[in-house]
């Protein structure tokens, strides 16, 4: 402590230490958008119809689904635990608002469905981490298999058509207003509004708290098992609407339609920054990362390359962005420790 | 003090299982006085404050507020019922600024219950100017110096206006300077009316700042007193209960040549220029506060963490950074602090975890043979006086005294030639305590050369053949046992002879 207080210019230090961890983490939010311009860049040079209406469109809509279950994973994953259930959710409300719509349920009430459905499912992940201190890898590993088996029950061998859907879904999936997407729309608007609620508000920052040392917040005072449950409650309502918006998206709908997309999901969200390990990251960076992914895909598919490298570059660009993350924090460590010694 | 105590325990005792941590304990804390909470570790300070800060419930007695019976829940109802904690150990997050940490909870608030950032960062800064530190609030947690991280904790509870304020050793990592500051802060709130709970193993410190004194043996209630009439020499009475010398029977023996010579070891930012001896037969003792780097040289020693310079040598042949394998098979073996989460499996059976460093020796054929591995827990059991009901029980079961017997097991059945041993006694009854000490003797005496890293003074004292001390990561001082006492060590420990 002498340290601080001896210092010839201690503000002046601190501040310095400072923008260091700043930059770091804004740097990564910088530096995948860097990465898409580039990307897009790139691409659009070799084919310029990369960059048409007709793709940038593809992309917004094939990004909003993947960037919804970000924003919803993103929350849980602060909080140092995992949903790996959200495909299956998306799944499921799928092909049962599907059902209920053919059978000439209202748009609205739909959607309520859907999203009761998803809420549904995240209250039972949420209680059984948070209440029953179930480890959230295996509870979520069950839950997938679980309500993946609900589907295949429910659809019994069928699939939903999209002639049979009202015409009302079906515009909400592909129409626009002013020439942009509903989808994407309802995207941005949900993922600000998480984004402001995790920073501006006392119970937000808790979230942080709780990936950041579940103990310590037990100490102060945080209600940690309420605020895991609202996490997993957050992330089965997004996924519940995610499976609204992809039946409006694609219309028809198989049982296991979303199947294998949890992990695409987590990709996206630690792509974006945020720690596996919790307490750092934001939905911002998530959204990010599940447009960046989205983008490669598309990029690939212009640039005619066999899209089983798909997969592996979206592997690769995982592993790169966890040993970015891991040599940063230990840079920063040790140039922290550094500063606090013999500064 | 007139009407009721602010805060108060009324015969309260509490059990981790088999484990008696609290033994109707009574205590009673008036507003605007300060009380200290004397006693050995392990005597059940921690648990008496956890239990006041809502983090454990008693399994019998009440706990009383303003003289009425309240139940803590959790540690929220203790915080709204204005009892602010600074524990042992910083709870901070790490990955949230200083001004978040300090907060948490209760952030101011601007229009639509958002957070003021602004007035929380002002706030902090006032805090801070009131505890006359510069710390910046809108640094993060990580990477604050332990003191830094003590003073967070003191800004925090200071910023609940708490009516009662318990605070487990906050002076431990701060300097003298640091230490008047805050004895000056906690006599303006006690003025304010505020009841204080005081806790440290620095008596000069209870003698200065505190009214009166309740004092704690093995978890039952000794004594509750003004300080005035006491003595140190009373006060360790009854904090000891007994005479110092019958706890550490540490035997002479002659001293042969170097097992374990360390030199200009340094860790980056950790510890710096660490050079010290052990020789077969002796004791050394490794002192200082927490989180002077003790703990991290041991663990770099045995390889754990990565050295950045310097050397280390084993019976004259050089280690190799980095590599427990090849410390083991140097004859190295650590007796790590934290015995629940790295000395034991606490899910084996007691023969498993004794078994655990030697499984190649205890292989025949392919297979491990269950009955050599029985065979070696039994002939260990024995020899350290193991109290167990079976072998085949999980070590869970035990005691803490007889986990550590498990974990010494577990490292002596490994033959070593240099035993390191952190926090040997930590949490031990006092019992056990003194067995744990004869067994060191008496390895000492058989040729072993032992480091021992303890925050235990006269444990320091009593066992030690040479002091070795500490100081935010360099080594400060060598004390030969003749002339180590609590004020040339701790003197040491907190810079202040360096």
Known sequence: MTATTTRPEPAARDRSARSLVDLVFRARELSLVLALAALVGGTAAVNPNFLSGQGVEDILLNTAILALLAVGQSMVVITRNLDLSVGSVVGLVAFVVGDALASGWGL?????????????????????????????????????????????????????????????????????????????????????????????????????????????????????????????????????????????????????????????????VVVGGVAITGGVGSVYGAALGALLLTVIGGALVVLRVNPFWQQAITGALLLIAISVDRVLALRVARLLRRRSRHG | MSGPPALALANVSKSFGAVRALREVSLELFAGEAHALAGENGAGKSTLVKTLAGVHRPDSGQVLLNGEPVVFHNPADAQRAGVAVIYQEPTLFPDLSVAENIFMGRQPRTSLRRIDRRAMRARSAELFARLGVTVDPEQPARGLSIADQQLVEIAKAISRDARVLIMDEPTAALSGNEVARLFSVVEALRGQGCAVLFISHRLDEIFSLCQRVTTLRDGAWIASEPVGGLTHDDLIRRMVGRELGALYPKQDTEAGEVALRVERLTREGVFTDVSFEVRRGEIVALAGLVGAGRSEVARAVFGIDRWDAGAVHVDGRPLPAASPTAAMAAGLA??????????????????????????????????????????????????????????????????????????????????????????????????????????????????????????????????????????EGRITAEIPRAEATEESVMSAATGRAA
């Open chain 1, 108 to 268: 609205v009430p739909g959607v309520v469905l859907g999203i009761a459905i998803g809420a549904a499912c995240g209250l039972l992940n949420g209680l059984l981490v948070s209440f029953c201190r179930v480890p959230a890898l295996v509870v979520t590993l069950g839950t997938l298999y679980v309500f993946q088996g609900v589907c295949h029950y429910v659809a019994a061998g069928r699939q939903i058509n999209a002639v049979n859907l009202p015409p009302a879904l079906l515009s909400l999936g592909n129409g626009a207003v002013l020439g942009v997407p509903y989808l994407p729309l309802i995207t941005v608007v949900i993922m600000f509004a998480i984004g402001y609620y995790l920073r501006a508000y006392p119970s937000g920052r808790e979230f942080y708290a709780i990936g950041s040392s579940p103990e310590a917040a037990r100490l102060a005072g945080v209600p940690v098992r309420r605020r895991v449950l609202a996490a997993y409650l957050v992330s089965g309502c997004l996924a519940g609407l995610a499976g609204v918006l992809w039946l409006a998206r694609f219309g028809t709908v198989v049982a296991d339609s979303a199947n294998g997309w949890e992990l695409l999901v987590i990709s996206a």
């Open chain 2, 334 to 471: 650590l007796v790590p602090e934290d015995r629940r989460q790295q000395g034991l499996v606490m899910e084996l059976s007691i023969e498993r975890n004794i078994g655990l460093t030697g499984l190649r020796s205890l292989r025949r054929g392919l297979t491990i043979s269950r009955a050599a591995e029985r065979d070696r827990a039994r002939d260990w059991a024995v020899r350290l006086r193991l109290k167990f009901a079976g072998l085949g029980d999980g070590v869970g079961v035990l005691s803490g005294g007889n986990q550590q017997k498990v974990v010494l097991a577990k490292w002596l059945a490994t033959g070593p030639s240099v035993l390191i041993v952190d926090e040997p006694t930590r949490g031990i009854d006092v019992g056990t305590k003194a067995e744990v000490h004869r067994l060191l003797s008496e390895l000492a005496g058989q040729g072993i050369a032992v480091l021992m890293i303890s925050s235990d003074l006269p444990e320091v004292l009593g066992m030690a053949d040479r002091v070795l001390v500490m100081h």
